[in-house]
């Protein structure tokens, strides 16, 4: 059983930054789009970044010029870099492995940005 492993939400002020980890051992991590994903309290989960295996990223509307989703694929990790954090930048983040005919998910990392 594949287990993503997320890290590094926390609490954080308004303008801040956070850098979420997760990693995902025992895939085939290179052949893998990672993304990051995230649902707010009462909200359907949104798409925030994407990594495919051949190195293209895509970001939603709501974080393009202050988030990167980055990847290591020695480490089996992909990154999200949050910068200039806003309030409705509240959420819990998900990470997301998607493959040949099979997906994971994470458990979810709480980010709260608030004064």
């Known amino acids: 059983q594949v287990q993503l492993v997320e890290s590094g939400g926390g609490l954080v002020q308004p303008g801040g930054s956070l850098r979420l980890s997760c990693a995902a051992p025992?895939?085939?991590?290179?052949?893998?789009?990672m993304g990051w994903y995230r649902q707010a309290p009462g909200k359907q989960r949104e798409l925030v970044a994407v990594?495919?295996?051949?190195?293209?990223?895509s970001y939603a509307d709501s974080v393009k010029g202050r988030f990167t989703i980055s990847r290591d694929n020695a480490k089996n990790t992909v990154y999200l870099q949050m910068n200039n954090l806003k309030p409705e930048d509240t959420a819990v983040y998900y990470c997301?492995?998607?493959?040949?005919?099979?997906?994971?998910w994470g458990q979810g990392t709480q980010v709260t940005v608030s004064s």
């Open positions: 990594s495919t295996g051949g190195g293209r990223t």
């Open positions: 025992g895939i085939i991590f290179s052949i893998f789009t």
């Open positions: 997301n492995a998607d493959g040949p005919h099979v997906a994971y």
